[in-house]
């Protein structure tokens, strides 16, 4: 299989972009009290967020209501309650006009075998409105920028996952839709095969300017890919903001080094409520961790040293990582839950 070349805007733009948006621009998913229901199960709970256009993570454990609101958004489904508004359209009312500005990956295999990667995008060009000449130099178009321009004449039952994957790509992006929803994008792929899909997804934000939400259940695909997350859990917001503006808000961690017997340093830290423990799961402490909240934090470090007579050999900051920020807030989710039941009270819905 060929490589994914550079990606280059397509031939004839059918909306004349070559740059990503504008990130201050109008947000591309509105969404009201969004709810769904399947019986006593409850897919989604309220939901209201906002989405600004460039590369979404759409991030949550499975069964985290990622795919519901996905076919919510594409007037796949209908609301239990409240409303979703996509590229200023409402997904219910004109869910056709929806689905001709937007493109959606799936995360289920369902390729027809029996068909070329050419004749297939290029027929799907045409679901989309494109007459079949347009529709074949596109496919065609969309196909080399995927990386399978040698492989376009081949039946798609040969193919490997990574090229249906591929494949699956290019069929959501044949038609130059202005957004696209990509679910589990790197299903089923070997570790280089993942990578490869993961910077192509993002070449193709940042080249063709197309917003893309990427649902996933895998932190490190959208820690990659995304300038931006949504985390669900159990159908529940727990954030929506960008990915640094997350690691900046929640702060990061200190790593210490220090001369002397670290347990009584460890312990009056401790006892003035700091986060304490060892930056390695090792049975020596080598380098002691620091949770760090505010800036309050070095006081309580120099006066704890001073106290015990310890020497600081260095200290080092160091990020929390998308997976960090995820747990603590689903943690803290979880907790509020417990807190609210105790009170006698049902969460809020």
């Given amino acids: 299989m060929a490589s994914a070349p550079t990606i280059a805007p397509a031939t004839a733009p059918l909306n004349g972009r070559t740059a990503p948006r504008d990130q201050a621009a109008a947000p591309i998913i509105v969404t009201e009290g969004l709810r769904k229901t399947h019986g006593r199960v409850v ?36 609301p239990s309650a409240g409303r979703a508004d996509v590229l200023g359209l409402d997904a219910r009312r004109d869910a056709i006009r929806v689905r001709q500005q937007v493109g959606y990956m799936p995360e289920s295999d ?17 679901i989309s409105g494109l007459p079949t000449r347009a529709a074949r130099q596109r496919a065609a178009d969309v196909l080399y920028q995927v990386g399978l321009d040698e492989e376009r004449y081949r039946l798609i039952k040969g193919f490997s996952t990574g090229m249906k994957q591929r494949v699956k790509l290019a069929q959501a992006i044949v038609h130059d839709p202005k957004l696209v929803f990509l679910d589990e994008p ?17 070449r193709i934000s940042r080249s063709l300017g197309i917003s ?15 300038d931006h997350v949504v985390i669900l859990d159990r159908g529940r917001l727990i954030a929506n903001q960008s990915i640094r503006g997350i690691q900046e808000l929640t702060g990061g961690d200190l790593l210490l080094r220090i001369d002397g017997d670290p347990a009584p340093f460890v312990e009056t830290m401790r006892r003035q409520g700091l986060t304490v423990g060892m930056a390695e799961r090792t049975s020596v402490w080598d380098e002691i961790l620091v949770r760090h909240d505010d800036d309050a934090v070095y006081d309580v470090i120099r006066d704890a040293a001073v106290a015990t007579g310890i020497a600081l050999r260095s200290m080092r900051n160091r990020s929390r990582s998308l997976e960090d920020i995820y747990f603590s807030r689903i943690t803290e989710a979880n907790a509020l839950d417990e807190q609210t039941a105790a009170n006698g009270r049902m969460p809020s819905q």
């Fill in 110 to 126: 369902c390729l027809p075998p029996g068909s070329t990667a050419a004749d297939f995008v290029a027929h799907m060009g045409e």
């Fill in 212 to 226: 893309i939400v990427m649902s996933s259940h895998i932190l490190e695909d959208i820690e990659h890919t995304c």
């Fill in 43 to 78: 897919s989604l709970q309220g939901l209201t967020v906002q989405v600004p256009p460039g590369a979404i993570g759409l991030l949550g454990a499975n069964g985290a209501g990622k795919t519901s609101l996905i076919r919510l958004l594409l007037g796949l489904s209908a």
């Fill in 186 to 202: 790197t299903n089923g792929m070997d570790p280089q095969g993942r990578d490869e899909m993961l910077d192509l997804i993002r």
